[in-house]
C-alpha cells in the first residue's frame, strides 16, 4: 500500500530555516518521483519542487534560491528545506508521488501545517 | 509560467444534478491535465489524468474530457459526498501550475 506521511516542525519563526521530512511506504524513492506541493490556509496549491528516481532535483523558479530538496534512500525518505521563511510561507506542505516523471500526482500525504510566526 | 484559469469559482447544485467544471489553460498543454478532489482538511486525491483518464478507484460518474488549451470535468448524478473542492493542474511545462480551484456545495 502506497504511503507517505510528512514530518516537521509546526511552527517556525521569520527568516529561519524550514525542515520538512517525507517518509513513504509501499514504494522506493529510487524508483518514483516525488514532489513537494504547498498551500496557504484557504486557498490553491503552488508545487514548489520535485525530486526525481535518480535523484536529481527541478524547483519552482519563483522559490528556486531558498529551496533544497534532497532524499536518503536507505530511510525512503525525502527532505525540503526552504530559508529564509517569511509569513506568506505558511501553508499546508504536502508530499506526493508520481507515476512518471513530469507527470500529476497519484498520491499525497496527508500534509504538515506550518505557521511562520514569531 | 502557464496560467490555469478555473471556472466557476463556486458551485452549488441539488443532489443527482450533473455538475460541470472548467479549467482554461494559457497555451496548448497536449492533454497534460489533471483533475484533483480536496474534501475539507484532507489532501487532494487524484481523479482524473491525460484529461480524460479516470483514476483507479474514482466513481465512474466522474469524467475528463477537452483538448488544447480548454479542459472541463464533469459530475454525473451529484452525491452528497462529492462536497469538496476541486483543482486542475497541467503538467505539459515545468513549473506544474493549478487551477484556482471550485468549491462545490449541495442545495
Known amino acids: 500500500q502506497v504511503r507517505l506521511k510528512e514530518s516537521g516542525p509546526r511552527l517556525v519563526q521569520p527568516s529561519q530555516t524550514l525542515s520538512v521530512t517525507c517518509t513513504v511506504s509501499g514504494f522506493s524513492v529510487t524508483s518514483y518521483h516525488v514532489s513537494w506541493v504547498r498551500q496557504p490556509p484557504g486557498k490553491g496549491l503552488e508545487w514548489v519542487g520535485a525530486?526525481?528516481?535518480?535523484?536529481?532535483?527541478d524547483y519552482n523558479s519563483a522559490l528556486k534560491s531558498r529551496l533544497s530538496i534532497s532524499r536518503d534512500t536507505s530511510k525512503n525518505q525525502v527532505f525540503l528545506k526552504m530559508n529564509s521563511l517569511q509569513t506568506d510561507d505558511t501553508g499546508t506542505y504536502y508530499c506526493?508521488?508520481?507515476?512518471?516523471?513530469?507527470?500529476?500526482?497519484?498520491?499525497w500525504g496527508q500534509g504538515v501545517m506550518v505557521t511562520v510566526s514569531s | 509560467d502557464i496560467q490555469m484559469t478555473q471556472s466557476p469559482a463556486s458551485l452549488s447544485a441539488s443532489l443527482g444534478e450533473t455538475v460541470t467544471i472548467e479549467c482554461r489553460a494559457s497555451?496548448?498543454?497536449?492533454?497534460?491535465l489533471a483533475w484533483y478532489q480536496q474534501k475539507p482538511g484532507k489532501s487532494p486525491q487524484l481523479l482524473i489524468y491525460n484529461a480524460n483518464s479516470l483514476h483507479t478507484g474514482v466513481p465512474s460518474r466522474f469524467s475528463g474530457s477537452g483538448s488544447g488549451t480548454q479542459y472541463s470535468l464533469k459530475i454525473n448524478s451529484l452525491q452528497s459526498e462529492d462536497v469538496a473542492s476541486y483543482f486542475c493542474q497541467q503538467y505539459y511545462d515545468y513549473p506544474f501550475t493549478f487551477g484556482s480551484g471550485t468549491k462545490l456545495e449541495i442545495k
Open positions: 525530486i526525481w528516481k535518480g535523484g536529481s532535483t
Open positions: 506526493a508521488k508520481h507515476p512518471r516523471a513530469g507527470s500529476y500526482f497519484d498520491y
Open positions: 497555451e496548448d498543454i497536449y492533454n497534460g
